[in-house]
């Protein structure tokens, strides 16, 4: 492996043409710090506005799990399995991001029992192929934070599901602070839950 040559800011075998541009933000852009060269940093200052807001007393995932179904639509709750239900995230980082949240009041994913961790998992494919038939999302972000440090902002668990399509972070959330999403929670809700009520009645998730 070569060396690098004197002055240059090129890890130790890191091929020139992978080197950040100083319009990317490297090494010679104005202002403190050099990104790494191989993760893309996607802004989401909207966030702002749920992370300033003032918080209901309680958890708004337990208060939305024993609610009554008939007010789902309301809640935007899309589905509600044996352990589990599924509801459109009031803040989404996407169009269509929803959050599979067991009723139990648990914290972490150890807490779970064999059959609800398996009913996560179930409703997350059935989510994901409903993403790819009502929405046609070309790609989906799931993930768990696990603990107020990994991002976690509510103490109860939930799975976030976010469907991606190219092009969707754009300029507006990074230069403009401003999100744009083309359709209205409501609309989105009512695409999915036409979809979700195709679901067959068997399996872990029904």
């Not at 989401?44 to 337990?62: A, L, N, T």
């Not at 064999?114 to 997350?124: C, K, R, V, Y």
């Amino acid at each position: 492996m070569s060396e690098p040559k004197e002055g240059s800011t090129r890890p130790e075998g890191r091929p020139p043409e992978e080197e950040a541009s100083p319009s990317a933000g490297g090494t010679e852009a104005p202002g403190v710090g050099t990104p790494p060269l191989w993760r893309e940093t996607i802004w989401s200052p909207w966030r702002m506005e749920y992370i300033e807001s003032e918080k209901p007393d309680g958890c708004v995932f337990c208060e939305a799990g024993r609610a009554d179904p008939a007010g789902d639509e309301e809640r935007y709750v899309l589905f509600r399995g044996k352990h589990h239900y599924i509801v459109l995230n009031l803040w989404p980082y996407n169009n269509g991001h929803a959050m599979i949240v067991p009723y139990d009041h648990v914290e972490d994913i150890t807490e779970l029992s064999d059959e609800s961790a398996l009913e996560m998992f179930h409703l997350s494919q059935r989510l994901v192929a409903a993403y790819r038939r009502a929405m046609r999302a070309q790609g989906v972000n799931v993930g768990l934070n696990l603990g107020r440090v990994s991002g976690g902002s509510i103490d109860h668990l939930h799975l976030h599901l976010v469907p991606r399509w190219m092009g969707d972070a754009n300029f507006m959330p990074v230069i403009g602070h401003t999100k744009v999403l083309v359709e209205m929670l409501r609309e989105t809700w009512a695409r999915l839950r036409a979809e979700i009520e195709r679901w067959p009645a068997e399996g872990p998730g029904a």
